[in-house]
């Protein structure tokens, strides 16, 4: 496994892969989530390249960037036994230059939930992973059902650029009780980790309710509120059934549709979704 850091050292090390070329990009302190994604790539591809890039441009002012957990050493021992190629772990400078003005913006799709709460994330995040796509040139991009606006947005990105790169969407990969796999879960105390399992639990209860034939989407928003609301340690942002393509709020589902939220368990800012459909 080579780990490079300047993008000519990227380029020189990816004319060396062969085959289908798959990618992995991730803001590092890994965990089963993001090796979840190599596997799939490992399983689908002949070389895998994994980048570890925590991006400046996607956090807000009020954000968490500065205390962003990161464990280069960690993370690149967690990779090792997974058979990928190449690691790339550019800094800000590589990524950002001095005099940077470019940038990539999709419309429509990043403006509710997570565009609505985190004004200018999906820029940071659209503009990092093309610049991504194009050092790496992956032939298939992997990412994480988990942040599941991010994907619909790099799937439109995708086709919108003409990336020629198939995105390939991973299942969220859970705790035991449940909780959504994520960097930011190291924040939570032994009491707050108890209370995060609410996210799951509201939308089981939101899903079991689907599954019992209700199709009126506020009555799934409510069911989620409800539960939500019966733990004290919860602060909710948003609650959506939306179209799962658009993200547009349903008032009816019919089609493929997300269920999704947004939940402050004290400071820790949670996303969490199910799809239905
Ligand atoms: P991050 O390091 O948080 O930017 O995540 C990198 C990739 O891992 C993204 O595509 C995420 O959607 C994905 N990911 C994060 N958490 C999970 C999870 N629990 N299950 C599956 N994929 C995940």
């Not at 464990?71 to 690149?76: C, F, H, V």
């Amino acid at each position: 496994m080579r780990n490079v850091i300047t993008l000519e050292e990227l380029r020189t090390a990816r004319l060396s892969l062969d085959g289908t070329v798959g990618f992995v990009p991730t803001m590092g302190y890994l965990h089963e989530g993001h090796l979840s994604l190599i596997r799939h790539a490992k399983e689908e591809c002949d070389s895998v390249v994994v980048s570890i890039f925590v991006n400046p441009t996607q956090f807000g002012p009020n954000e968490d960037l500065a205390k962003y957990p990161r464990d280069l050493e960690r993370d690149l021992r967690l990779i090792e036994p997974l058979g990928v190629d190449l690691v790339w772990t550019p800094t800000a400078e590589v990524m950002y230059p001095p005099g940077y003005q470019t940038w990539v913006e999709v419309e429509a799709v990043t403006r509710p939930l997570e565009g609505a709460m985190r004004p200018g994330h999906f820029r940071g995040v659209t503009t990092v992973v093309a610049k991504l796509f194009n050092a790496v040139q992956p032939h298939k991009a992997y990412f994480g059902q988990k942040d599941a606006q991010q994907a619909a947005v790099i799937r439109r990105m995708t086709l919108d650029l003409n990336f020629p790169i198939e995105i390939v969407v991973c299942p969220t990969v859970r705790e035991a009780d449940g909780l959504a796999m994520s960097s930011r879960n190291v924040y939570l105390s032994p009491e707050q980790r108890k209370a995060a399992t609410v996210l799951f639990r509201s939308l089981s209860a939101a899903k079991e309710l689907y599954e019992s034939g209700e199709r009126n989407a506020e009555a799934l928003r409510r069911k989620m509120k409800e539960v939500l609301a019966a733990e004290p340690l919860a602060q909710v942002q948003y609650v959506s059934c939306a179209d799962y393509d658009t993200l547009e709020e349903l008032s009816e589902v019919r089609g493929k549709a997300l269920l999704s939220m947004a939940v402050f368990i004290g400071k820790t800012r949670l996303i969490d979704n199910f799809v239905l459909g």
